[in-house]
């Protein structure tokens, strides 16, 4: 019943170095430490992402907007590099890491690997940000811009974005 913690934010994982580059979609993202600035995500073993992060040891965590769901979904039910020439992605390079970033995305975090643990039927990978790139208009004085359309993932083939009203404490 892990829908219980749901609705998730959901990303994109790009994996491969220069050389094999594939992208998988991943509800199970988290923030592990702000200094260093350090990220987790869990892949099952059986994923395509699974071998390229352990073969290169590095990965990058790209967010989507609801203007990416159409590659969110092929990323996210199509295994292998194959499914890029389905997608309509674009990919640049990222600064800290030969791993591609995603030019679409309003975010990119170019991550080192620096642990790996089995939880279950998951690898739990652990990532230092070495490096991220971001639109500045999405992320307006430091924080989300939410006419940016972040997506968040319900069940299945559902998801929302954010409604654009805050409120405060
Ligand atoms: C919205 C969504 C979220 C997903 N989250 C994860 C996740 O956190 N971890 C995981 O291992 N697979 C997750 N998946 C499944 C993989 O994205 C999927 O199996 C994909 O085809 C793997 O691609 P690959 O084999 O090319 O790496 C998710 C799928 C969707 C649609």
Known sequence: ??????????????SGGDE???????????VLSSKPFMVGVAVAPKRYTHRLIEKYGEFVVSVPTLEMLKDVWIAGTRSGS???????????DSKKIATKSIGEAVANLECNLVDKRR???????????????????????????????????????????????????
């Not at 094999?20 to 988290?30: F, K, L, Q, R």
Request: aromatic share 18%.
């Open 1 to 14: 019943m892990y829908r219980l913690l749901y609705p998730m934010r959901t990303f994109l994982i790009v």
């Open 20 to 30: 094999e580059i594939n992208v998988m979609t991943a509800d199970w993202v988290t």
């Open 82 to 92: 194959k499914k890029l020439e389905k997608m309509g992605a674009s990919f640049i």
């Open 119 to 169: 939880y279950g039927d998951h690898t739990f990978f652990v990532g230092e940000v070495l490096h991220y790139t971001y639109n500045e208009a999405a992320f307006r004085n430091s924080k989300p811009n939410l006419k940016y359309n972040f997506l968040a993932h319900v069940a299945l083939n559902e998801f929302v974005t954010f409604e654009d009203k805050i409120h405060k404490m």
